[in-house]
């Protein structure tokens, strides 16, 4: 089993809906979550970073976690054309040597149709 | 723009071959992180340095390895290409050793032919 599963999509939509976007994951010493976009021959970029269990809202963007079901979500309001990309989950974790690395899902790729 | 930035952008190899990747950090930061993110996956993270030392490893081979300078900058060394090392080759800089501080650059996209 995977640390981090996401649906990969693609994921189409119409400007203005709501949109989901989910992750799980099975190591319980994960403690901090964060949600990355990523557009087309770029590199990732942070959008959301939580690290309780509950809500965190920035703007059309609210991040939720559920430490006992081990799931998170990423809510888009009024989506854009311009929110198309690909959105990773990620949550920090430890690699050998002790040092904090991020693990990544597989992304779900994202359209917002006008 | 994060202030991170990757050179080359572009790179064709053939098997067996050893390729350098370049990236240069935001001044301040003492602590970059490369990841390796293979056509529809996330990245996965490769290793760590802070302060010109390796201080975490992800599940690669020997054959991948680093350096980080003074100046800021850094290097990812992968001998023996293989197909499989077919990616983009992100690298991340943040001022200290926590994850919810890092800057990605744009990436290096390596072909191994």
């Known amino acids: 089993q995977k640390e981090v599963e996401q649906d990969p999509g693609p994921l189409s939509v119409p400007e203005g809906a709501i949109v989901s976007l989910n992750c799980t994951y099975s190591?319980?010493?994960?403690?901090?979550f964060m949600w990355y976009r990523q557009y087309s021959r770029k590199g990732p970029e942070l959008l959301m970073y939580?690290?309780?269990?509950g809500n965190k809202e920035d703007g059309r963007f609210t991040a939720q976690v559920d430490k006992s079901s081990k799931y998170i979500s990423l809510f888009i309001r009024d989506s854009q054309p311009s929110d198309s990309a690909t959105y990773l989950c990620?949550?920090?974790?430890?690699?050998?040597?002790?040092?904090?690395?991020?693990?990544f899902g597989k992304g779900t790729k994202l359209t917002v149709n006008p | 723009e994060t202030g991170v930035t990757q050179s080359p952008t572009h790179l064709i190899k053939t098997r067996g071959q050893q390729v350098t990747l370049r990236c240069s950090s935001q001044?301040?930061?003492?602590?970059v992180s490369w990841y390796q993110q293979a056509l529809g996956q996330g990245p996965q993270f490769i290793f760590q340095?802070?302060?010109?030392?390796?201080?975490g490893r992800g599940n690669f081979p020997p054959r991948f390895s680093g350096l980080q300078f003074p100046n800021y900058s850094s290097e990812l060394n992968v001998n023996a290409l293989e197909l499989d090392d077919s990616a983009l080759y992100l690298c991340?800089?943040?001022?200290?050793?926590?994850?919810?501080?890092?800057?990605f650059g744009p990436g290096t996209r390596l072909t191994v032919l």
């Open positions: 991340a800089s943040s001022p200290g050793l926590g994850t919810d501080t890092q800057y």
């Open positions: 190591n319980s010493a994960f403690q901090y």
């Open positions: 939580t690290y309780s269990s």
């Open positions: 990620a949550m920090s974790g430890y690699s050998q040597g002790g040092s904090e690395k991020l693990v």
């Open positions: 001044s301040g930061h003492n602590t």
């Open positions: 340095y802070y302060r010109e030392e390796e201080n």
